[in-house]
Nanobody, 124 residues
Framework: QVQLVESGGGLVQAGGSLRLSCAAS????????MGWFRQIPGKEREFVAT????????HYANTVKGRFTISRDNAKNTVYLQMNSLKPEDTAVYYC?????????????????WGQGTQVAVSS
């Protein structure tokens, strides 16, 4: 079992930055590929970014490429999502997820564990 707790969401103006954190607990949390997804009410959960278990491989959705950076610190069992140049369309609930696929994944069905989500709101 892996437990995930997100933090760092909030309200920010367009062009601003936020850093989300995801603290993982569990016996082998550091051996999981990790991902960030986001969801707006009434819409499907959307892939944002993923990172391999060792952190050497990352992949981003085209909508956030060049603005968001995913990273991880396995010593702290924590994954981060640095979000820069935020836009109003980035407003969503952001979820952290863990997958047994050590390379990570871009599809929600590939993930085994999910956090409770943290709200990000970007004002224009």
């Amino acid at each position: 079992q892996v437990q995930l707790v997100e933090s760092g969401g909030g309200l920010v103006q367009a062009g601003g930055s936020l850093r989300l954190s995801c603290a993982a607990s569990g016996h082998t949390a550091s051996r999981y590929g990790m991902g960030w997804f986001r969801q707006i009410p009434g819409k499907e959960r959307e892939f944002v970014a993923t990172i391999s278990w060792a952190g050497g491989s990352t992949h981003y959705a085209n909508t956030v490429k060049g603005r968001f950076t995913i990273s991880r610190d396995n010593a702290k069992n924590t994954v981060y999502l640095q979000m820069n140049s935020l836009k109003p369309e980035d407003t969503a609930v952001y979820y952290c997820a863990a997958t047994s696929r050590v390379g990570g994944g871009t599809m929600s069905y590939e993930y085994d564990y999910w956090g409770q989500g943290t709200q990000v709101a970007v004002s224009s």
